[in-house]
């Protein structure tokens, strides 16, 4: 019955070497969100799509981009991994328009970067 | 910009008691949506509850209820007959009517024994 899918669960990546981290729905929402999520913080959202536009968040580094080829899938691209981006990345979905919803969550893909 | 103040960085009550957890935030709109949010040490980031802000009626979700102060812009939870279960972050977020989550930076409750 998963909604929100991130895959994979744990990814371990090299210094340098680009990542990409998936999502996908079956809810048919229009937004799709990437958050990053240090220990113990709160979540930090990256960027989100709504339908096919793309909004970036002002702080987002350009070392992270992101993909949505369809209303099912989307992707997050680190170009060149740091050892500050090591975190958790949520994926988050909600529905736009009449009858907002509320967001719901993957279970993360935890990022380790070495 | 919005912003989502829990003054709570921790907090731990014993089994079975009631506890509540605060959340102020600050915004100039009138259309808006408050959650709470529950993520339980290594899992998923579920919803707990939902409140509307043209609706003036409390939300209540079973053991789950809040408290919105509207103008005071006040929007606190309230967990009654604790269960081991509820162990977990608390994150308070804000949406404005069609615009990203805001999160605040979380309670970290633990329920005793």
């Known amino acids: 019955d998963a909604m929100v899918i991130q895959n994979p669960r744990y990814q371990v990546t090299q210094f340098g070497k680009p990542v990409t981290l998936s999502c996908s729905q079956t809810?048919?929402?229009?937004?799709m969100y990437w958050y990053q999520q240090k220990s113990s913080q709160a979540p930090k959202l990256l960027f989100h799509y709504y339908d096919k536009d793309f909004n970036n968040e002002a702080d987002t580094p350009d070392n992270f981009q992101s993909r949505r080829p369809n209303t099912s899938f989307c992707f997050l691209d680190i170009r060149s991994p740091g050892l500050g981006d090591a975190a958790m990345y949520l994926c988050?979905?909600?529905?736009?328009?009449?009858?907002?919803?509320?967001?719901?969550f993957g279970q993360g893909t935890r990022l380790t970067v070495v | 910009a919005q912003t989502v103040t829990q003054s709570q960085p921790e907090m731990s009550v014993q089994e079975a008691e009631t506890v509540t957890l605060s959340c102020t935030y600050d915004?100039?709109?009138?259309?808006?949506?408050l959650f709470w949010y529950k993520q339980p040490p290594s899992r998923q980031m579920i919803l707990v509850i939902r409140?509307?802000?043209?609706?003036?009626q409390n939300a209540t979700e079973n053991r789950f209820s809040v408290n919105f102060q509207k103008a005071a812009k006040s929007f606190s939870l309230k967990i009654s007959d604790s269960q081991l279960g509820d162990t977990a972050m608390y994150f308070c977020?804000?949406?404005?009517?069609?615009?990203?989550?805001?999160f605040g930076t979380g309670t970290r409750l633990t329920i005793i024994p």
């Open positions: 409140q509307e802000a043209y609706k003036q």
């Open positions: 809810l048919n929402h229009n937004v």
């Open positions: 915004t100039s709109e009138s259309n808006y949506y």
């Open positions: 988050a979905t909600s529905r736009r328009g009449a009858g907002n919803t509320e967001a719901f």
């Open positions: 977020a804000f949406m404005r009517g069609n615009e990203k989550l805001t």
